[in-house]
């Protein structure tokens, strides 16, 4: 197999050795006045007419957030008087507790089950240890705080969510104008829309599920409207021939139909609930986030990190749940009558330890001796490494810093911007046709006439050089998880607890190891960013049709050639596919690595929040939101491309 | 009920509501509402008055609330008082909102901010002209890292607090480069990091905080701050740059809304009269941080041992 360079490939070659002189001798040119746009003034004073003077006659805009506001509190204390803090009256010194919350007990009982009711006993073991988990590590209070949380923005989200989604599915017009929409509240950071949420709904938890739910929303909206289409059309017409009508159709025959994948959205509104914790404590949500950041700010780093393995623990039991709950079959343990009386006697214990708490107050929490605590072990374990090993780490991280790093920021930073235009216009051009070349174009012109480029090319410089190195972790990675079961087993318990974990965790140990500046933020963005790229690795060597891996062997290839000639390429559009995610993932990183002093345009975001500036917020979230587009678009058509030329999708204009 | 219900919690986990049924009669029952920050000192400073004001039998909510954004709610009244607003950090958005009278200035807390470049104790020996500035040039070399080299490295605090470093190195002919921490924990951890390995470091510190009291060190002592240094070049040093002298130490404002003076006079005049000195603060964020001991215990301590200073507050 000899590869012939196209004549795409020869362009490109030139291209590059045409950028490379470029950076060289012509140097980055500034942006002329007249084509800078003071959008994020326009964004701000846009704000302030809402804030302060929209109306619509009788009420005015800020009565009808507030309002929505008081709507959400309302059900919100309800849970949290249920979960922590019980129904008290009186004050401090003289109060007096009518109700008290639910016993621990008892919730650990409800929970396990309904692990046993969505699937068999050792789910519902297993979720009932997590949760004792978090009462033993006396992680109880905050982690109902954040729970409490978690079961009103989950509901209102997949509402939300189904809403829209069904709304999306049957008109398609509407879908068209949303899909964009969509597009920037999963890719424009949430730092960047916190202020004008504060505004318009108020400072409070409140304002932090507001922002939970717009964040964790979209993928529900897109499943749903994907899996009502995705009915097969025979439902449907039976779905017709039956007589029902529309509204009977819908809600009798389509939405049950796509339960299961619906459910997929439901796992994913809690999972991203979940990672929001962090950002909506910042707010005012409380909580477990709030615990992580706290203990940080005061360098307690084993109180941080048990409070952030909590958020583990919690994320596991209910994405476990909740995918036990997708796949449940009618019929499993806990359906039919002679299962009545089980929900009975768990209803009693509930209530009978609840009560018995005023008498026992172990029942009613969890004993404060009874906790245990690794705290000091892992402070410990960090100054034992940065006491023992800081200069071999040292000398890594310089020879990285000074030999990849920063020249790769000097030549981006160099680069003329108009060039770099032309460039992403062309590969749009190459890939889409006229369509992706103009989205390509006009995105970048938007980072250009709001005077971002400067951070911009930081973003691109920080992002790429940690996409780069997560990719290359994570592709023997994913080939060592997709070479045997256990192999797999193995990394992905690891990827799901990098995920989990809330990145301010492991930050600031980081930074004690490697110091403020942009190699720790590297190092931060390719811990988080590299769970796709082993993931999407390993499905797509798995899913190989095995007829050609077992032509190969007839053939005689070695296990080595099976590895690069055959497995490699087939999943090639996977790979792309797990890449595109790590540069999504590594992207939304770049608000939190602010925290370490980046200057790019999670910086930027990170500022206007602290000057509670909303349009340069807006503005910079946006110019994310067009590099992750711009990315995200062109790698798919590549991909699309690529599997075509396999032969893995039929080629269609 | 329902209003408890309401009341309870709107601050999240510390946001620890302490609205009911007053016992003494005071002007009005709605809650005071009183934003909690994100360092130590400023929750003490905020529980301590709050438990004050509940004692004179008002209902207080406190509320987690951005430091420079919390002024958005407190000219509309959507939050009432902030207990601690920097002098060094806060002035220009204080001036700002109390410009047009919708926030007002309740007087200082007793307490002196002092922010500046810091260094650890053991530099000393590296470097023996210090606490001296001119000194700095000299030990350049023994601050610097890979990146920076030859130049010193300095961290500075993150972009957003001000504070005109960048304008101080030029303005003195530094060799330092100046590096921004993105956050207080970041700025912290390295300081903890280098204090293990007792390895060099040249920081921006503040005090009232627990740092300067866990570790042992001592602040660069700049050319004195005055107005005309920082607003007029031709002042100071440098005649060819403002900046050329230290940072400002100056008091932590206490400010509120300015509907709050009307509504709950009582309070205002209570809230007016709270002060408290950078020693005994030091000592409280000392225990909570330091020692791990829980807030509320530290404030009733404190609540205890000065009955008599908080009951004149509230003209007891």
């Given at each position: 197999?000899?590869?012939?360079?196209?004549?795409?490939?020869?362009?490109?070659?030139?291209?590059?050795?045409?950028t490379?002189?470029l950076a060289?001798?012509a140097g980055p040119m500034a942006v002329p006045g007249w084509m800078q746009i003071d959008m994020a003034g326009a964004v701000s004073r846009f704000m302030d007419w809402l804030v302060?003077?929209?109306?619509?006659?009788?009420?005015?805009?800020?009565?009808?957030?507030?309002?929505?506001?008081?709507?959400?509190?309302?059900?919100?204390?309800?849970?949290?008087?249920?979960?922590?803090?019980?129904?008290?009256?009186?004050?401090?010194?003289?109060?007096?507790?009518?109700?008290?919350?639910?016993?621990?007990?008892?919730?650990?009982?409800?929970?396990?089950?309904?692990?046993?009711?969505?699937?068999?006993?050792?789910?519902?073991?297993?979720?009932?240890?997590?949760?004792?988990?978090?009462?033993?590590?006396?992680?109880?209070?905050?982690?109902?705080?954040?729970?409490?949380?978690?079961?009103?923005?989950?509901?209102?989200?997949?509402?939300?969510?189904?809403?829209?989604?069904?709304?999306?599915?049957?008109?398609?017009?509407?879908?068209?104008v949303q899909t964009p929409f969509l597009d920037l509240m999963q890719t424009v950071p949430t730092f960047a829309y916190l202020v004008p949420i504060l505004f318009l709904?108020?400072?409070?938890?409140?304002?932090?599920?507001?922002a939970?739910?717009v964040y964790?929303?979209p993928?529900?909206?897109?499943?749903?409207?994907?899996?009502?289409?995705?009915?097969?059309?025979?439902?449907?017409?039976?779905?017709?021939?039956?007589?029902?009508?529309?509204?009977?159709?819908?809600?009798?025959?389509?939405?049950?139909?796509?339960?299961?994948?619906?459910?997929?959205?439901?796992?994913?509104?809690?999972?991203?609930?979940?990672?929001?914790?962090?950002i909506?404590?910042?707010?005012?949500?409380?909580?477990?986030?709030?615990?992580?950041?706290?203990?940080?700010?005061?360098?307690?780093?084993?109180?941080?990190?048990?409070?952030?393995?909590?958020?583990?623990?919690?994320?596991?039991?209910?994405?476990?749940?909740?995918?036990?709950?997708?796949?449940?079959?009618?019929?499993?343990?806990?359906?039919?009558?002679?299962?009545?009386?089980?929900?009975?006697?768990?209803?009693?214990?509930?209530?009978?330890?609840?009560?018995?708490?005023?008498?026992?107050?172990?029942?009613?929490?969890?004993?404060?001796?009874?906790?245990?605590?690794?705290?000091?072990?892992?402070?410990?374990?960090?100054?034992?490494?940065?006491?023992?090993?800081?200069?071999?780490?040292?000398?890594?991280?310089?020879?990285?810093?000074?030999?990849?790093?920063?020249?790769f920021k000097r030549f981006l930073l160099a680069l003329p911007w108009p060039w770099v235009l032309a460039l992403i216009t062309l590969a749009g051009w190459?890939?889409?046709?006229?369509r992706l070349a103009a989205l390509c174009l006009a995105l970048g012109l938007f980072i250009v006439v709001n005077g971002l480029w400067e951070p911009a090319m930081t973003t691109l410089y920080l992002c790429g050089i940690s996409v780069?190195?997560?990719?290359?972790?994570?592709?023997?990675?994913?080939?060592?998880?997709?070479?045997?079961?256990?192999?797999?087993?193995?990394?992905?318990?690891?990827?799901?607890?990098?995920?989990?974990?809330?990145?301010?965790?492991?930050?600031?140990?980081?930074?004690?190891?490697?110091?403020?500046?942009d190699?720790?933020a590297?190092?931060?963005i390719?811990?988080?960013?590299?769970?796709?790229?082993?993931?999407?690795?390993?499905?797509?060597?798995?899913?190989?049709?095995?007829?050609?891996?077992?032509?190969?062997?007839?053939?005689?290839?070695?296990?080595?050639?099976?590895?690069?000639?055959?497995?490699?390429?087939?999943?090639?559009?996977?790979?792309?596919?797990?890449?595109?995610?790590?540069i999504m993932l590594a992207l939304s990183m770049l608000v939190i690595t602010a925290l370490?002093g980046t200057r790019d345009l999670g910086q930027e975001v990170y500022i206007a929040l602290t000057r509670a500036d909303t349009g340069q917020g807006i503005v910079a979230g946006v110019s994310i939101a067009a590099i992750a587009i711009i990315a995200d678009r062109l790698i798919?058509?590549?991909?699309?491309?690529?599997?075509?030329?396999?032969?893995?999708?039929?080629?269609?204009? | 009920?329902?209003?408890?219900?309401?009341?309870?919690?709107?601050?999240?986990?510390?946001?620890?509501?302490?609205?009911?049924?007053?016992?003494?009669?005071?002007?009005?029952?709605?809650?005071?509402?009183?934003?909690?920050?994100?360092?130590?000192?400023?929750?003490?400073?905020?529980?301590?008055?709050?438990?004050?004001?509940?004692?004179?039998?008002?209902?207080?909510?406190?509320?987690?609330?951005d430091?420079l954004a919390?002024?958005a709610?407190?000219?509309?009244?959507?939050?009432?008082?902030?207990?601690?607003?920097?002098?060094?950090?806060?002035?220009e958005a204080?001036?700002e909102?109390?410009?047009?009278?919708?926030?007002?200035?309740?007087?200082?807390?007793?307490?002196?901010?002092?922010?500046?470049?810091?260094?650890?104790?053991?530099?000393?020996?590296?470097?023996?002209?210090?606490?001296?500035?001119?000194?700095?040039?000299?030990?350049?070399?023994?601050?610097?890292?890979?990146?920076?080299?030859?130049?010193?490295?300095?961290?500075?605090?993150p972009v957003t607090w001000g504070?005109?470093?960048d304008?101080?190195?030029?303005?003195?002919?530094?060799?330092?480069?100046?590096?921004h921490?993105g956050?207080?924990?970041?700025?912290?951890?390295?300081?903890?990091?280098?204090?293990?390995?007792?390895?060099?470091?040249?920081?921006?510190?503040?005090?009232?905080?627990?740092?300067?009291?866990?570790?042992?060190?001592?602040?660069?002592?700049?050319?004195?701050?005055?107005?005309?240094?920082?607003?007029?070049?031709?002042?100071?040093?440098?005649?060819?740059?403002?900046?050329?002298?230290?940072?400002?130490?100056?008091?932590?404002?206490?400010?509120?809304?300015?509907?709050?003076?009307?509504?709950?006079?009582?309070?205002?005049?209570?809230?007016?009269?709270?002060?408290?000195?950078?020693?005994?603060?030091?000592?409280?964020?000392?225990?909570?941080?330091?020692?791990?001991?829980?807030?509320?215990?530290?404030?009733?301590?404190?609540?205890?041992?000065?009955?008599?200073?908080?009951?004149?507050?509230?003209?007891?």
């Open positions: 197999m000899t590869w012939q360079p196209s004549r795409a490939v020869w362009m490109w070659l030139v291209l590059l050795a045409v490379l002189a060289r001798w302060n003077t929209a109306s619509f006659g009788l009420f005015t805009f800020k009565d009808l957030t507030r309002a929505i506001a008081q709507a959400i509190e309302w059900p919100y204390q309800a849970v949290r008087m249920a979960l922590v803090e019980g129904w008290v009256e009186g004050r401090r010194s003289e109060a007096r507790t009518i109700l008290p919350p639910i016993s621990w007990i008892g919730i650990i009982a409800i929970v396990t089950a309904m692990g046993v009711y969505a699937r068999n006993w050792r789910l519902g073991l297993f979720v009932g240890a997590c949760f004792l988990y978090l009462a033993v590590f006396g992680q109880w209070e905050s982690a109902m705080v954040t729970l409490a949380s978690i079961l009103i923005a989950v509901p209102i989200g997949i509402a939300g969510g189904l809403v829209l989604g069904i709304a999306g599915a049957v008109w398609p017009a509407f879908d068209r709904f108020g400072f409070g938890p409140v304002s932090a599920l507001i939970t739910v964790a929303m993928p529900m909206v897109r499943i749903t409207t994907m899996a009502l289409k995705s009915v097969p059309s025979e439902i449907r017409d039976f779905g017709v021939m039956a007589g029902c009508t529309p509204r009977q159709r819908l809600t009798r025959v389509l939405l049950p139909t796509a339960l299961p994948d619906l459910m997929v959205g439901v796992n994913q509104v809690i999972m991203l609930s979940l990672n929001m914790v962090i909506a404590s910042m707010i005012g949500a409380g909580g477990l986030g709030f615990d992580v950041l706290n203990s940080l700010r005061r360098l307690d780093i084993g109180r941080g990190i048990e409070a952030g393995l909590a958020i583990v623990a919690l994320a596991i039991a209910l994405d476990r749940l909740s995918q036990a709950f997708a796949t449940r079959r009618p019929g499993a343990a806990g359906d039919g009558a002679r299962h009545m009386r089980w929900w009975v006697v768990l209803a009693a214990f509930v209530a009978a330890t609840t009560l018995l708490g005023y008498v026992v107050p172990a029942l009613q929490s969890y004993p404060e001796a009874w906790t245990v605590t690794t705290r000091s072990l892992w402070s410990d374990l960090v100054k034992w490494i940065n006491i023992n090993y800081y200069d071999q780490l040292e000398a890594v991280k310089n020879v990285l810093l000074l030999n990849l790093l920063l020249p190459q890939l889409g046709r006229g780069m190195i997560a990719a290359l972790i994570g592709l023997p990675l994913g080939v060592l998880a997709a070479s045997s079961e256990r192999a797999g087993r193995i990394i992905g318990t690891g990827i799901d607890l990098l995920q989990t974990l809330p990145s301010f965790v492991y930050l600031i140990p980081v930074v004690m190891l490697f110091r403020v500046g190699f720790s590297m190092i931060a390719v811990l988080y960013a590299l769970a796709p790229a082993i993931r999407y690795a390993a499905h797509g060597l798995r899913s190989v049709p095995e007829e050609i891996v077992e032509a190969g062997a007839v053939c005689g290839c070695t296990r080595w050639q099976i590895l690069t000639r055959i497995r490699l390429p087939m999943a090639l559009p996977e790979i792309m596919l797990g890449l595109n995610q790590t370490v798919a058509a590549g991909a699309r491309r690529t599997r075509r030329k396999l032969g893995l999708e039929p080629a269609h204009p | 009920m329902s209003y408890y219900l309401r009341a309870a919690g709107l601050g999240g986990a510390l946001a620890l509501s302490l609205a009911a049924a007053a016992p003494a009669a005071v002007e009005s029952e709605d809650p005071i509402r009183m934003t909690l920050h994100d360092w130590t000192g400023q929750l003490v400073t905020t529980n301590l008055m709050a438990r004050v004001l509940e004692e004179a039998g008002y209902n207080v909510d406190l509320v987690q609330a430091y919390q002024f709610g407190l000219k509309t009244g959507d939050l009432h008082v902030a207990m601690e607003i920097w002098e060094t950090t806060g002035r204080m001036d909102a109390t410009a047009d009278g919708s926030v007002v200035n309740l007087g200082s807390t007793g307490m002196e901010a002092i922010e500046e470049w810091w260094y650890p104790a053991y530099m000393k020996e590296a470097c023996p002209g210090l606490p001296d500035w001119q000194a700095l040039n000299d030990c350049a070399e023994a601050f610097a890292t890979a990146e920076t080299a030859p130049k010193g490295r300095y961290l500075g605090a504070g005109f470093d304008e101080r190195v030029e303005a003195l002919g530094l060799d330092y480069e100046v590096i921490a956050t207080d924990a970041a700025l912290f951890a390295e300081l903890e990091s280098a204090y293990q390995r007792q390895a060099p470091i040249l920081l921006w510190v503040y005090a009232p905080h627990w740092a300067p009291l866990k570790y042992e060190g001592e602040w660069i002592e700049f050319p004195p701050y005055s107005a005309e240094c920082y607003n007029d070049p031709s002042a100071g040093l440098n005649p060819d740059a403002a900046h050329d002298c230290g940072k400002p130490r100056g008091p932590i404002w206490k400010v509120a809304w300015s509907g709050v003076a009307d509504k709950w006079p009582g309070a205002a005049a209570a809230i007016e009269a709270f002060t408290i000195d950078n020693d005994t603060m030091g000592g409280m964020i000392a225990r909570i941080d330091l020692d791990g001991e829980p807030l509320d215990d530290v404030v009733a301590d404190w609540m205890d041992a000065n009955e008599a200073t908080w009951k004149a507050w509230i003209g007891q």
